[in-house]
T-cell receptor, first 116, second 112 residues
Framework: AQKITQTQPGMFVQEKEAVTLDCTYDTSDPSYGLFWYKQPSSGEMIFLIYQGSYDQQNATEGRYSLNFQKARKSANLVISASQLGDSAMYFCAMKPKFFGNEKLTFGTGTRLTIIP | DTAVSQTPKYLVTQMGNDKSIKCEQNLGHDTMYWYKQDSKKFLKIMFSYNNKELIINETVPNRFSPKSPDKAHLNLHINSLELGDSAVYFC???????????FGNGTRLTVT
């Protein structure tokens, strides 16, 4: 069974600072994908970034980067130069990479608040 | 040009009623999902369909019945609604690997 752990229920960060949201996972699947989603107060789920378990390099998407440490089973999201619009819930999620069990399992989320 | 659309956005109903939530995706994806987000924001998968076939059925009461008339649609029918069914229900779709799930905007169901 897969498990995703996000240990920070809430974080407050000053605008323009970088922020790291923690995510650890547990799985017995040899191949998997890791995802981060953002859920603003308006409620929609926005995909941010993806990391494959066999990818050699850490994923980056604009101000988002994923600090992937496979041996530690961690996939932390780093947001550089935070903005007020980054205030939202952030969810880490994992999906095994084989057909027949395409279940995306979510962590409990971190509520990020950016302070002006 | 909405990718995954679900209706209605809000649904308020009384205990014991039957209601449906509709979902459509125009992304050409083969796989569709229903997720439930509870009051603590926890997201849990309910069902997954691939090309109209059920592939994931989590421990969901059989009052919940998904139906996929074609691969672009996945509807959720709920019988005999209970107070504990109050939540936000998200439809999503994906295609192949590595593919993120694309979510609809959610349906907030309130059972009174």
């Amino acid at each position: 069974a897969q498990k995703i752990t996000q240990t920070q229920p809430g974080m407050f960060v000053q605008e323009k600072e970088a922020v790291t949201l923690d995510c650890t996972y547990d799985t017995s699947d040899p191949s998997y994908g890791l995802f981060w989603y953002k859920q603003p107060s308006s409620g929609e789920m926005i995909f941010l970034i993806y990391q494959g378990s066999y990818d050699q390099q850490n994923a980056t998407e604009g101000r988002y980067s994923l600090n992937f440490q496979k041996a530690r089973k961690s996939a932390n999201l780093v947001i550089s130069a935070s903005q007020l619009g980054d205030s939202a819930m952030y969810f880490c999620a994992m999906k095994p990479k084989f057909f027949g069990n395409e279940k995306l399992t979510f962590g409990t989320g971190t509520r990020l608040t950016i302070i002006p | 040009d909405t990718a995954v659309s679900q209706t209605p956005k809000y649904l308020v109903t009384q205990m014991g009623n039957d209601k449906s939530i509709k979902c459509e995706q125009n992304l050409g994806h083969d796989t569709m999902y229903w997720y439930k987000q509870d009051s603590k924001k926890f997201l849990k998968i309910m069902f997954s369909y691939n090309n109209k076939e059920l592939i994931i059925n989590e421990t969901v009461p059989n009052r919940f019945s998904p139906k996929s008339p074609d691969k672009a649609h996945l509807n959720l029918h709920i019988n005999s609604l209970e107070l504990g069914d109050s939540a936000v229900y998200f439809c999503a779709s994906s295609q192949g690997e590595p593919s993120p799930l694309h979510f609809g905007n959610g349906t907030r169901l309130t059972v009174t």
